[in-house]
């Protein structure tokens, strides 16, 4: 009678952490700088930290509505504090994102936020997407749409909804 025996491999890394693929390398979150927003980006921050992952915040900003149906003279810089205002919610953030020690950068983008970020997957090698939920549901999510909708729908990399 043949008997098999295996032996045992006496390793320091008794988990196999060293041999197991980092399934994440560069993780794009997407903000508005709602709560919904906020609770995407530290669950995204987590995630990098975790895979030693680098972290890439994008932000699209774009005139309210009632701005856009309005014949503005084309020599007014309307966009300029809207742009403003939205880099330094944005720098505040990567501050604050750095001083947690996560390796972060970011995007300022102007735009239609769903087809920017699905935009910026590929022109940052992204392998993962975080975005936050607003919870719209029935009428509300009809008429307003959904950005997280939208970026699970046409992204070609996982994405992770918060809500």
Do not use: C
């Amino acid at each position: 009678m043949q008997r098999s025996t295996r032996r045992r491999q006496s390793t320091s890394d008794p988990e196999g952490a060293s041999s197991m693929v980092k399934p994440f390398t560069k993780v794009l979150v997407g903000t508005d700088f709602s709560d919904g927003a906020s609770r995407a980006v530290e669950r995204a921050a987590d995630v990098a930290q975790r895979y030693s992952a680098q972290l890439h915040v994008v932000h699209v900003w774009a005139l309210p509505h009632v701005a856009t149906s309005l014949v503005i003279d084309p020599g007014l810089e309307w966009h300029t504090p809207v742009e403003q205002t939205a880099r330094a919610q944005l720098d505040a953030l990567i501050e604050q994102l750095r001083a947690n020690q996560v390796e972060a950068s970011s995007s300022l983008l102007s735009g239609v936020a769903w087809e920017q970020i699905v935009e910026s997957i590929a022109v940052l090698g992204a392998d993962l997407v975080v975005v936050g939920t607003h919870g719209r549901t029935g009428l509300r999510r009809a008429l307003l749409g959904s950005v997280a909708e939208r970026v699970v729908r046409f992204s070609l990399v996982p994405v992770l909804t918060i809500h």
